[in-house]
Nanobody
């Protein structure tokens, strides 16, 4: 079992930055990949970014490429999402997810564990 707790969300203005954190506890393995997804009101959950166990490989959605960066600190069992140049369309609940078997992936179906989410609101 893996528990994930997100933090760092909030209300910011267009162009501001935020850093989300996801603290993981429980059973982890070297096949573990971590991902961030988001869901805006009335929309489906969408992939944002993912990172492999060693942190040497990442995936990033086109909508956030060049603005968002995913990283991890395995010593702290924590994954981060640095979000810069935020836009109103980034407003959503952001979820952290853990994948113990498939490796780096953008499909939400490949992630077994999910956090409760943290709200990010970007005002114009």
């Amino acid at each position: 079992q893996v528990q994930l707790v997100e933090s760092g969300g909030g209300l910011v203005q267009t162009g501001d930055s935020l850093r989300l954190s996801c603290a993981a506890s429980g059973r982890m393995s070297r096949s573990n990949a971590m991902g961030w997804f988001r869901q805006a009101p009335g929309k489906e959950r969408e992939f944002v970014a993912a990172i492999n166990w060693s942190g040497t490989s990442t995936l990033c959605a086109d909508a956030v490429k060049g603005r968002f960066t995913i990283s991890r600190d395995n010593a702290k069992n924590t994954v981060y999402l640095q979000m810069n140049s935020l836009k109103p369309e980034d407003t959503a609940v952001y979820y952290c997810a853990a994948d113990l078997h498939y490796g780096l992936a953008s499909e939400s179906s490949k992630y077994e564990y999910w956090g409760q989410g943290t709200q990010v609101t970007v005002s114009s």
